[in-house]
């Protein structure tokens, strides 16, 4: 593994902590009931897909780097993977602030998009070697 699939394996490893540290917050801040239940399920919501979708990319990130696609392609598909989890995650948090919902819903959704993208260009390089 080389290149762009290497780097964004490391920013990926490297970011899992950082997730798990907020999911550890999350617990804190639930005990002490100083979010709404809004709140609560949207700040859950946001650290469960930074978790499980950072997991699909490392997971995509391994599949990419056996492919023969170029490097310009490589760099596009982790990109888009790297942007699609922080938005979709993201989109979550903005969620809590106050009348941010519809800004929240439109940022989740432009990660979905950006997510399909890196896995339809993933299958892309396994079916067309």
Do not use: N
Request: proline share 3%; hydrophobic share 55%; aromatic share 8%.
């Amino acid at each position: 593994m080389h290149g762009p699939t290497q780097l964004f394996t490391v920013i990926a490893l490297v970011s899992l902590p950082t997730v798990m540290y907020g999911g550890y917050a999350l617990m804190g801040v639930m005990r002490e009931r100083k979010l709404t239940e809004h709140q609560r399920a949207m700040f859950r919501a946001g650290h469960a897909h930074a978790g499980v979708l950072l997991i699909l990319a490392l997971v995509a990130l391994q599949i990419l780097s056996r492919t023969t696609l170029s490097d310009t392609t490589l760099w596009i598909g982790c990109f888009l993977l790297l942007f699609g989890i922080l938005a979709q995650s993201g989109g979550f948090f903005v969620h809590l602030i106050p009348g941010r919902g519809r800004l929240g819903g439109r940022v989740t959704s432009v990660g979905a998009v950006l997510l399909a993208a890196a896995t339809l260009l993933t299958a892309y390089g396994v079916a067309f070697p």
